[in-house]
């Protein structure tokens, strides 16, 4: 696989990791003060974090097909609320 393909994402998306690419989702959840969250003007049932996490999950996977990498379907995880990157138990409010 060519490095060189991933790597404006690594800086901005991800922090790659031996075979590892844990995905970096967005900051916020865009939580409004009723305690919902914001969603989508054209979709009101799609949320706007949930969207933008996987605009970026497509990004990683297109860069990754252009590569010429793959995934273990078994392995992959993916739009977790939390999970286990080499020994640290990562969420939304960090590690």
Do not use: W
């Not at 009723?34 to 933008?52: A, R, W, Y």
Request: net charge negative; hydrophobic share 35%.
């Amino acid at each position: 696989m060519c490095p060189v393909a991933l790597t404006h994402i690594a800086s901005r998306d991800s922090l790659l990791y031996i075979d590892d690419i844990p995905i970096r989702g967005p900051k916020t959840r865009y939580e409004l003060p009723d305690g919902s969250v914001e969603t989508l003007e054209q979709n009101p049932g799609i949320l706007k974090f949930v969207f933008e996490y996987l605009e970026t999950v497509n990004r990683i996977l297109q860069r990754m097909k252009y590569a010429g990498g793959t995934f273990s379907g078994p392995k992959t995880t993916i739009c977790s609320d939390k999970i286990t990157i080499v020994g640290f138990e990562c969420s939304y409010e960090g590690k």
